[in-house]
């Protein structure tokens, strides 16, 4: 079905057309996908993956190296990669999130993205407080560089001159 989308979309669309998901799916099931999309589009979340900060920058250029060299020629666009700032332990190990860390996360992950010349999307602009369960602490509400009051998170906070 999402071929036949795809290829109607394409029918009317001037924009490059893709189809977003988790690096994964492309390495099998979305095979006949890859083949008439404009570009591939992956999600890697190392944190998602039990990855520790010290070796999450590799674990994402993983992800995205072994994508692309499946699909030579093809373009691989990262558009979602982030790191959460808070967990209850749903799915994500409270102890390898927090501030500092999606610091580390993000400017490992820009400094990467620009010297490899890789499109890179950074999840999430803002922290979604309706996301995921009734918890505070539900790790689907934390992404973001900013709060929901728009006041940023360490990552966005330029050090004072001379620190």
């Not at 099998?28 to 570009?39: E, G, H, Q, S, T």
């Not at 992956?42 to 900060?53: C, D, G, S």
């Not at 993205?113 to 999430?124: A, G, I, M, W």
């Not at 505070?136 to 360490?154: A, I, M, Q, V």
Request: proline content about 6%; some cysteine; overall charge negative.
């Amino acid at each position: 079905k999402v071929i036949e989308y795809t290829q109607l979309v394409k029918q009317s669309a001037r924009q490059p057309v893709t189809f977003c998901e988790n690096y994964v799916p492309w390495l099998n099931k979305l095979k006949p996908l890859a083949a008439i999309v404009d570009f591939i589009s992956i999600h890697t979340y190392p944190v998602w993956e039990y990855r520790h900060i010290h070796e999450a920058i590799a674990y994402t250029q993983e992800n995205y190296d072994t994508v692309a060299n499946l699909y030579p020629g093809k373009p691989v666009v990262i558009t979602e990669a982030g790191w959460a700032t808070n967990s209850n332990g749903r799915g994500i190990h409270p102890e390898n999130v927090n501030e500092e860390n999606q610091k580390v996360y993000f400017e490992d992950l820009m400094q990467w993205s620009e010297k490899n010349k890789v499109l890179t999307f950074f999840f999430e602009a803002f922290d979604e407080n309706w996301k995921g369960s009734p918890d505070p602490n539900e790790p689907e509400k934390h992404w973001g560089l900013f709060y929901t009051d728009r006041t940023s998170k360490t990552a966005m906070q330029v050090a004072k001159q001379g620190e």
